[in-house]
């Protein structure tokens, strides 16, 4: 009963925040890579050389685990709170923005106990840049208490294949004892390291029979229907059939599933969207074909250049106008 009025009070907190955006932005927030080693401790350093962030602007190279007590967390999106300030190294977002979007919890429950956090927030965000910190963690730190804030499917079963039972879901803020907390670079993150964990941990995942190129569709056709430019959707699907591509509804598969799929194909075709993440699992003489419209980032170029993958970016518009030789000789160019 305790929980479940602790959630509405969360609900209806973002909700203010999100609708009327009132804040003061100034000095609401605290920074782990400009204050000195106090309300904080450094755990470990993390392996890894990234320069650039995914808009290819330079970061601090230098990334690394730290251990916070009583502190203030959202387990759904993995923010911190140390006191009355956002840890601005708990998220990849802007501080400015984060602070008209994550209100500070006026209420939370009580969690005595050490924590690792696995944070939800979407697939993308969860295998790019959440699921290789909380396995860098977790693996010298097993007996933390994980935290989770979603119960989406592809979180269980991560936690499932993981052999990870030591977990709780917890839909509104806490406060725990002490939580392991990896810096997060704005901008979002993706490096060697990363990719290296995530193929090591996932090795024992067979590449499944189908050895066909893919075509990444969706059922929920809204997102995006304009500017990633989902209105050519059906029109490629059968072009891209024509030239042998298998169509695949990822969120008809289950995440083990989808890594197993991803590994057995040398080409992976896709509109702009949280499926393309699985560039993680193509074999490095793979190559990815992102399709958009007017929605333009390096995301995808970022995360194919740390893989070690040929990538191509084409606009749906054009190509929805070429035949499927054309369509398969522009490919084959990549």
């Known amino acids: 009963m305790y929980e479940l009025l602790l959630e509405k009070i969360w609900t209806l907190q973002r909700l ?7 804040v003061r932005l100034k000095k609401m927030s605290i920074s782990t890579s400009k204050e000195p080693v106090g309300f904080y401790e450094i755990e470990f350093y993390c392996n890894g050389n990234l320069t650039f962030d995914n808009y290819k602007k330079i970061i601090n190279p230098v990334r690394r685990v730290l251990r916070i007590k009583d502190v203030c967390l959202n387990p759904k999106t993995g923010i911190a709170w140390y006191k009355k300030f956002i840890i601005e190294e708990s998220s990849n977002w802007p501080i400015d923005k984060l ?3 994550e209100p500070r919890p006026l209420l939370c429950q ?10 939800d927030n979407g697939f993308y965000h969860f295998l790019i840049e959440d699921l290789p910190r909380f396995l860098e963690i977790y693996d010298k730190n097993s ?6 804030g979603s119960e989406s499917k592809y979180v269980l079963e991560a936690l499932d294949f993981l052999n ?9 803020p806490i406060k725990c004892r002490e939580l392991l907390l990896s810096e997060k670079s704005l901008g979002g993150i993706f490096e060697k390291s990363d990719h290296k964990l995530l193929q090591s941990i996932f090795a024992v995942i067979e590449p499944s029979k189908e050895e066909k190129p893919i075509f990444i569709s969706r059922r929920n056709k809204a997102k995006g229907y304009l500017d990633r430019g ?5 029109l490629l699907e059968k072009k891209l059939s024509n030239c042998g591509f298998m169509t695949v509804y990822l969120e ?3 995440f083990i599933e989808q890594v197993s799929l991803i590994k057995s194909t040398n080409t992976m075709v896709g509109f702009h969207g949280a499926g393309l993440a699985n560039i993680v699992w193509l074999n490095s003489k793979a190559k990815v074909i992102e399709i958009s419209e007017t929605r333009e980032t390096s995301h995808f170029e970022h995360i194919s250049s740390v893989c070690k993958v040929e990538y191509g970016r084409f606009i749906a518009s054009k190509l929805v106008k070429l035949n499927e030789s054309e369509i398969l000789d522009l490919i084959s160019r990549v």
């Open 230 to 234: 989902i209105q050519y959707s059906d």
């Open 99 to 101: 602070l008209l979007w």
């Open 143 to 148: 007996s933390f208490l994980t935290t989770i």
């Open 110 to 119: 009580s969690l005595d106990y050490k924590v690792v956090n696995l944070p």
């Open 164 to 172: 990870i039972t030591n977990y709780v879901s917890k839909f509104s």
């Open 16 to 22: 203010f925040r999100r609708k009327l955006r009132l």
């Open 252 to 254: 008809d598969l289950s």
